[in-house]
C-alpha cells in the first residue's frame, strides 16, 4: 500500500506536466507520451490490486460488502484526500440544497439553528464578483487560442462555483442547538464540532477579534473565526473532540465561534440547557458586552 501512494505521488504530478504540454502546444514525442500513458496505467493496475486485497482483508473480518468497500478506501486513500473528496462533494450539495431554498442542514424538530454567514457575506460576494471579472477578461484575452480559452474558462468557473459554493455551504450548514440540550458547531463543510447533551456548563456573548486562520485550538480553547471576530463562548465540563479539515485531532473545552444574532443563540443555549440567567455582564477580555448563562 505504502508503494502504491509512492507511485501515485510520482506519476501523477508527471502526467499533469504532460497535459498542461500538450494544452500549451508543445509537442511532445509519441514514445514520451505512450510511456506515460503505460506508467499511469501500471500505477491505476497497482491501486486496483491494493484496493483489491484490502477488501479481501476486510471481507475476511466478517465486514459486509459495503462496508468493506469502505475500509478498503480509508486504507487505501489518505485521510486528507478522502476528507478533500468529501469537502468538494458536500459544497455541492449544499449549493443546490442554497439555490432551492429547502431547510438548513443537519436541523430537526424542535431544534434551533444559529446562523452566522451574515458576517463573511460582503467579503465572499466580493470574492465572487472579482472571480467572475476574472473569468469575463480571461475569456476575452486568450479567444484566439481555442483550446487554452477552454481549459482556463473551465477552471475559473470552477473558481466561481467553488467561492459560491463555500458561502452557499455557510449558510446551509449553521450552527444547531439540539432540542436535547446538545450544540453542534460548524463552519460549512469544513467544520462540524459535536457537544453531546448536558455537556455545556456556561454560554456567554463574548466578542472577540482573535488574529490568525480559520480554526485555531491552543490549550483546550477553540476558536472558529468568522469575519474576523468570534461573538459567542461557551465552556463545557469536559473536553470535546475539535478535527480539523485536513483530519488533524484536538481536544477543546471552550468553544468560541461566531454567530449573527449572539443573543439568540446564548437564549437558545439556555432554554434548551434548562440553564438560569447567570449574573454579571463583561466580555473576559473581548470588546463587547457579555450575556453569562451557567448550567
Not at 484566439?144 to 455551504?169: E, F
Amino acid at each position: 500500500m505504502r508503494r502504491a501512494r509512492w507511485a501515485v505521488a510520482a506519476v501523477l504530478p508527471l502526467e499533469l506536466a504532460l497535459v498542461l504540454c500538450l494544452v500549451a502546444g508543445v509537442r511532445v514525442p509519441l514514445p514520451v507520451v505512450v510511456a506515460a500513458e503505460a506508467a499511469v496505467g501500471c500505477v491505476l493496475a497497482v491501486e486496483a490490486v491494493a484496493l483489491g486485497r484490502a477488501w479481501r482483508r476486510a471481507r475476511r473480518r466478517g465486514l459486509g460488502g459495503r462496508d468493506a468497500a469502505r475500509a478498503a478506501v480509508r486504507e487505501a486513500v489518505p485521510a486528507p484526500v478522502r476528507r478533500l473528496a468529501a469537502h468538494e462533494l458536500r459544497v455541492l450539495a449544499s449549493l443546490a440544497r442554497w439555490a432551492a431554498r429547502r431547510p438548513p442542514h443537519g436541523v430537526g424538530a424542535g431544534d434551533a439553528a444559529v446562523p452566522y454567514a451574515g458576517g463573511q457575506a460582503p467579503m465572499m460576494y466580493g470574492l465572487l464578483f472579482v472571480a467572475v471579472v476574472e473569468t469575463v477578461g480571461m475569456a476575452v484575452l486568450l479567444a484566439p487560442l481555442p483550446v487554452v480559452h477552454l481549459v482556463v474558462l473551465v477552471l475559473d468557473v470552477w473558481g466561481v462555483l467553488l467561492v459560491l459554493g463555500l458561502h452557499a455551504a455557510c449558510v446551509a450548514r449553521p450552527h444547531v442547538v439540539g432540542a436535547d440540550g446538545s450544540l453542534r458547531v460548524r463552519y460549512g463543510a469544513l467544520v462540524d464540532v459535536r457537544v453531546p447533551p448536558g455537556r455545556v456548563v456556561s454560554a456567554r456573548v463574548e466578542h472577540r477579534f482573535p488574529e490568525g486562520r480559520l480554526l485555531r485550538v491552543a490549550d483546550e480553547v477553540m476558536d472558529l473565526v468568522v469575519g474576523g471576530r468570534t461573538t459567542v463562548t461557551v465552556e463545557l465540563d469536559a473536553p470535546v473532540e475539535v478535527v480539523r479539515p485536513l483530519g488533524g485531532r484536538e481536544r477543546a473545552r471552550v468553544l468560541r465561534f461566531c454567530a449573527d444574532d449572539p443573543r439568540a443563540a446564548v437564549a437558545a443555549l439556555r432554554e434548551r440547557s434548562r440553564t438560569d440567567d447567570g449574573a454579571g455582564d463583561g466580555a473576559g477580555g473581548g470588546t463587547g458586552p457579555g450575556a453569562d448563562v451557567r448550567c
